[in-house]
């Protein structure tokens, strides 16, 4: 494993983690609402009256920050070392897994574990130690038995 000294940035990744948390925290006192992107995602799948507006700008909101980003500095360079069918096979398995465990990492990783929710906890454990095992096998097993 090699970490990158010259791109290691704790302090704007605080700041987009007290950012995250910030705005968690206000949908779910202000608005009632988990910041959970699949459920607002699915939510508009079949809409309901009243609840179309703030999704969509929840969801604006997400594709327009990398925007707002670039007014003050460049964004950061993204290398993908997959290819188009292993990006989609992922993205499906990630779906199903949303619908099957309830919700997504931000409704579970973020919003359930600072409700201190046992379901959220137990999803969260169950797909960050899916993600250490399919990392080893991919990295340390398969690649290993390729090369």
Do not use: K, Q
């Amino acid at each position: 494993m090699h970490i990158d000294w010259t791109n290691f940035t704790p302090w704007t990744a605080l700041a987009g983690g007290l950012l995250v948390g910030l705005a968690a925290a206000a949908m779910i006192l202000l608005g009632g609402r988990v910041a959970g992107v699949s459920g607002i995602l699915g939510g508009l799948l079949r809409p309901v009256r009243g609840e179309v507006r703030w999704r969509l700008a929840f969801l604006a909101g997400l594709a327009g920050a990398p925007l707002l980003y670039m007014l003050a500095a460049p964004l950061p360079v993204v290398e993908v070392d997959a290819g188009a069918l292993a990006l989609l096979a992922s993205g499906l398995l990630v779906g199903i897994g949303t619908r099957y465990g309830g919700g997504c990492t931000s409704g579970h990783g973020v919003c359930g574990v600072a409700r201190r929710s046992p379901r959220s906890l137990a999803a969260t454990a169950v797909f960050m130690g899916a993600g250490f095992v399919v990392v080893y096998l991919l990295r340390h097993v398969i690649a290993e038995g390729a090369a």
